[in-house]
């Protein structure tokens, strides 16, 4: 991956060559050089190199500050710390926070709401979440009534088509 940006640390470059998926080159760097920054100061950086080099879900949190609203601004694309990092290194078609469900051995899952906030991709799992059945629904709602009645021969039974409700 050549660098979007005009000086790349070494260990940014580490952990974007372990990112998973195509696309958004310099989004991604951009999401890393942040999540660096943030980690320089709690020494959280080796943890998180362990964690995706590894593989591990046995290694230690990887917290940030969690902000007033809970979301992580990257280059004005807001979004959940635990999700953007999730999508990052393991699972790039990650939909939402309702697709992932932390270990519960992650002591700062961004569930917990605590001050600080998770982001070990690690300390993730994640939920497939099973495709809805679609419903048939009658067009007319006194349709059902309709043909209730007409068991009892009062009325003829109408003939509706179900309409599909996705």
Avoid at 15 to 44: F, H, I, M
Wanted: proline share 11%; hydrophobic share 35%.
């Amino acid at each position: 991956m050549t660098s979007m940006l005009p000086f790349t640390p070494p260990i940014v470059k580490r952990l974007l060559g372990w990112k998973k998926g195509e696309g958004e080159d310099k989004w991604s760097e951009k999401a890393v050089k942040s999540l660096v920054k943030k980690l320089k100061k709690t020494c959280g950086l080796e943890e998180l190199e362990k964690s995706i080099t590894q593989q591990d879900p046995n290694t230690k949190c990887v917290t940030i500050p969690r902000s007033l609203d809970g979301r992580l601004q990257v280059s004005h694309r807001k979004g959940l710390p635990h999700v953007i990092y999730c999508r990052l290194w393991r699972w790039p078609d990650l939909q939402s926070h309702h697709e992932l469900r932390a270990l519960e051995t992650c002591e700062y899952a961004f569930s917990l709401k605590r001050e600080e906030v998770c982001v070990n991709p690690y300390h993730y799992q994640r939920v497939e979440t099973p495709a809805l059945p679609p419903v048939l629904v009658p067009r007319n709602p006194l349709g059902d009534l309709l043909a209730e009645l007409a068991l009892d021969g009062s009325y003829p039974a109408p003939v509706l088509p179900p309409v599909l409700v996705p």
